[in-house]
């Protein structure tokens, strides 16, 4: 009866329902619908009984928080430890309140919410993370990769300015040119290794 009672008032305010008869039956329709949300619980279901089967929920890999209510009779602190311990969220007592009940399940709406932000929030933080290791990665290897070539550059055209057949003429000019050009570009890598050693980027280089 007041099964029926509860069940009739949750459709009222717009929940979708599903009951059983027995703690055992309860178990398989939880283990089944990975859907649920909510779950109002009899400590003293036959078969199963609430604490077991709240244990039992809470072992099970859930892409979602399950939220879960204990109903009972009993009263005391050393139940309620023992409920909690078990995995149950909150509590109602018998005899059941409609008032009650209504702002049992808004709690346990605003809590379902909060937890699925949190976990989008840390799947967020997550790939970031990952995104940051890559880019890390990709400039120390794009780096050093630039290294070696510019090396060898920057010798062979220091190498070209000490050349006394090419000075006084356009040749000596370019040569100029294209050593300040290489040894600026060679900051650049040192400065962006130094960076992403450190795990920084800077927006800023200095350069000169």
Same mark, same amino acid.
């Given at each position: 009866?007041?099964?029926?009672?509860?069940?009739?008032?949750?459709?009222?305010? =717009?929940h979708?329902?599903?009951?059983?008869?027995?703690?055992?039956?309860?178990?398989?329709?939880?283990?089944?619908?990975?859907?649920?949300?909510?779950?109002?619980?009899?400590?003293?279901? +036959?078969?199963?009984?609430?604490?077991?089967?709240?244990?039992?929920?809470?072992?099970?890999?859930?892409?979602?928080?399950?939220? /879960?209510?204990?109903?009972?009779?009993?009263?005391?602190?050393?139940?309620?430890?023992? =409920?909690?311990?078990?995995?149950?969220?909150?509590?109602?007592?018998? +005899?059941?309140?409609?008032?009650?009940?209504?702002?049992?399940?808004? $709690?346990?709406?605003?809590?379902i919410?909060?937890?699925?932000?949190?976990? /989008?929030?840390?799947?967020?933080? $997550?790939?970031?993370?990952?995104?940051?290791?890559?880019?890390s990665?990709?400039? $120390?290897?794009?780096?050093?990769?630039?290294?070696? +070539?510019?090396?060898?550059?920057l010798?062979?055209?220091e190498?070209?300015?000490?050349?006394?057949?090419?000075? =006084?003429?356009?040749?000596?000019?370019?040569?100029?040119?294209? $050593?300040?050009?290489?040894?600026?570009?060679?900051? /650049?890598?040192?400065?962006?290794?130094?960076?992403?050693?450190?795990g920084?980027?800077?927006?800023?280089?200095?350069?000169?």
């Amino acid at each position: 009866m007041i099964r029926m009672l509860m069940e009739r008032q949750l459709v009222a305010w =717009g929940h979708e329902v599903h009951t059983d008869s027995d703690g055992a039956e309860a178990m398989r329709a939880i283990e089944k619908d990975t859907s649920l949300q909510v779950l109002l619980l009899d400590w003293m279901m +036959p078969e199963l009984d609430g604490l077991e089967v709240c244990r039992r929920t809470r072992q099970l890999d859930r892409d979602h928080y399950t939220f /879960i209510v204990l109903i009972t009779s009993r009263s005391g602190k050393e139940n309620f430890l023992t =409920g909690m311990s078990a995995g149950a969220d909150d509590f109602m007592t018998k +005899p059941l309140d409609s008032d009650e009940l209504l702002v049992r399940m808004h $709690s346990a709406e605003r809590v379902i919410h909060l937890q699925s932000e949190a976990k /989008i929030q840390a799947a967020i933080a $997550s790939e970031l993370r990952e995104l940051d290791q890559m880019k890390s990665t990709f400039i $120390s290897l794009t780096s050093h990769e630039l290294r070696s +070539p510019l090396s060898l550059i920057l010798l062979n055209l220091e190498l070209l300015s000490t050349n006394k057949a090419l000075r =006084g003429n356009d040749n000596q000019k370019t040569i100029v040119s294209l $050593s300040a050009n290489a040894q600026r570009l060679w900051r /650049i890598v040192e400065e962006t290794l130094k960076a992403s050693s450190n795990g920084k980027y800077v927006k800023e280089l200095n350069l000169e």
